[in-house]
């Protein structure tokens, strides 16, 4: 049914991007006033054309999503071919400028899925003349270079993304090569995939975060003489703190001969948490290529995430990092997560920022309070900016800690009951000894409240006193005391085959006499 869902995707929104306006360095204030605007707002922009290693205008920011590749090598996420071509037709709708769409080296199946993306997906111009870069990861061997090269070469943009590393721990423990054996294979594999005929090549030095500065200094120059077009610095295991990762790429940025002809790029791993942080500060020291997957899946802890990521830039890039922008249109956000959860068996956790089911959900009653009287105070993005469209329009979710107001909003809203005084009241206070109870209140236990509260039946008896007598010999017996309309107190007895047998018995000789009077 999933895949019915996805299989012909229907946009509410049409496919042109939504850029934020770019604005210049010299444009940052000095000082930065926290006020209800950070409500994220969209303008158009055009996105600059694509030319491999330069970027026409210094504020816009590359987004390379790679959930179907390094998201794909989260334990148990992997996709079908077909499950892999949806996702990218999903990515190209979300404007991201490159899609890494596999590891064509690692079985024939993803060669065949990547090759299936950068014919289809790598070949279809949106209603804004963007298509994206379908990319190949490789290791820095022949073989996986040809594989990569044969899998994108059918897109219009290919490119070929290819690693080593360059970690004293991984050379010495996986690849067992002297710094010198990892430079000259850097290179010449740089240099291979270029004469393969291929002009867009990213170049990844892997565990970079734990690199020593000058080798990386030597290896990133190196292959940029032999024609790398793109210098991704991965933090692959995920160590580095934000200044640090910042510093790292300001270093690489002032220190690497040749740089200025190249665009930095940061691959960001999850494992202390600070993937998103870490790429913001890469971008804030001038990484111009960001690489995300959606939901944040990934080896292990997983990388950073695109939603956060972008959300970041187009809520603060504004005020804080130079007026740096994207091309992703931001509505496509929530299918994206939707589908990627779906595909991969990866639930979102509830509370995830952006995309989690609690992230535009109140409870608590300041907080619905707020949200009623204006939405800025507690939501600095609007739902409809991801694509959410919400049950009720205040996001209310009802709970122990909600307000009376909310209370009464959510019974006009959803349930057309106008409450007011004491029956308002009425209902708020067993609301609450009910939500004591439970975890959420939903719309129908509301509507039980309420029918229960206001529209009770009018009391024509009411249980007094009840007496049974059971046991092995039968005869059951009863006695019931019911209190009538007017106060008056009427006791029976009866015998039945049972205890509640006796009971009713007695109520009925009672209901029955005093119809009688
Ligand atoms: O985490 C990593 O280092 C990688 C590289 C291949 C970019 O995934």
């Known amino acids: 049914m999933a895949s019915l869902l996805f299989l012909n995707p229907n946009p509410l929104i049409s496919h ?6 770019p604005y210049s360095l ?59 071509l949806d996702v990218a037709r999903q990515l190209a709708r979300l404007g991201v400028d ?47 270079i040809d594989a990569a090269w044969e899998a994108v070469r059918h897109a219009k943009f290919p490119r070929i993304h290819t690693f080593i590393a360059t970690s004293e721990i991984h050379l010495q423990y996986k690849l067992r090569k002297t710094r010198e054996e990892v430079v000259t294979i850097a290179r010449d594999m740089v240099g291979y995939a270029r004469s393969l005929g291929c002009n867009d090549i990213e170049f990844s030095p892997e565990d970079a975060g734990r690199s020593d500065r000058e080798f990386l200094y030597l290896v990133l120059g190196e292959v940029i003489k032999a024609g790398a077009t793109t210098l991704n610095i991965p933090d692959t295991v995920g160590i580095t703190m934000p200044t640090e990762f910042g510093q790292l790429i300001a270093d690489i940025k002032a220190n690497t001969p040749g740089i200025e002809n190249v665009i930095i790029s940061t691959h960001c791993q999850n494992d202390l948490g600070l993937s998103t942080a870490n790429t913001l500060a890469g971008a804030y020291a001038g990484a ?97 900016d991801i694509g959410l469209t919400r049950s009720n329009d205040s996001g209310i979710v009802l709970g122990k800690l909600s307000g009376r107001h909310a209370v009464r909003s959510k019974l006009l809203e959803v349930l057309g009951f106008e409450l007011d005084g004491k029956e308002l009241d009425d209902v708020f206070w ?47 017996t009863a006695t019931v005391k019911l209190i009538g309309a007017d106060g008056a107190e009427h006791v029976e007895c009866a015998v039945g085959t049972g205890p509640v047998h006796a009971a009713y018995k007695a109520i009925d000789c009672i209901v029955q006499e005093s119809q009688l009077v």
């Open 288 to 384: 111009r290529q960001l690489e995300v997957t959606v939901n944040g899946i990934g080896e292990r802890a997983g990388n950073a995430s695109l939603e956060e990521v972008v959300m970041a830039i187009k809520c603060r890039g504004k005020e804080l990092m130079g007026g740096l922008y994207t091309g992703i249109n931001t509505r496509h956000i929530v299918m994206a997560s939707k589908m990627v959860a779906e595909y991969t068996g990866l639930q979102v956790q509830p509370h995830k920022a952006i995309v989690g089911a609690n992230a535009f959900a109140h409870e608590s009653g300041i907080h619905q309070d707020g949200m009623l009287k204006h939405k800025g105070t507690y939501e600095i993005i609007s739902p409809e």
């Open 430 to 476: 067993r609301f609450k000894a009910e939500a004591e109870k439970k975890k959420h209140m939903t719309d129908a236990d509301l509507e039980a409240l309420v029918s229960d509260e206001v529209f009770q039946p009018q009391v024509v008896w009411s249980l007094g006193d009840l007496q049974v007598t059971c046991g092995t010999l039968g005869l059951s």
């Open 26 to 84: 010299s444009s940052i204030p000095k000082t930065i006033t926290t006020t209800f605007s950070f409500r994220a707002k969209c303008s158009l922009s055009r996105r600059p054309d694509y030319i491999p290693n330069r970027i026409s205008d210094d504020s816009f920011v590359r987004i390379f999503d790679t959930t179907l590749r390094d998201g794909e090598q989260s334990p148990g996420a992997t996709m079908t071919s077909k499950e892999k």
């Open 98 to 144: 490159i899609i890494e769409a596999g590891f064509p080296a690692s079985s024939r199946d993803d060669l065949e899925a990547v090759k299936m993306i950068a014919r289809e997906v790598g070949n279809t111009i949106d209603e804004d003349g963007h298509v994206p870069v379908v990319c190949g990861l490789a290791r820095c061997n022949k073989t996986d």
């Open 16 to 21: 042109r991007s939504l850029f934020l306006k």
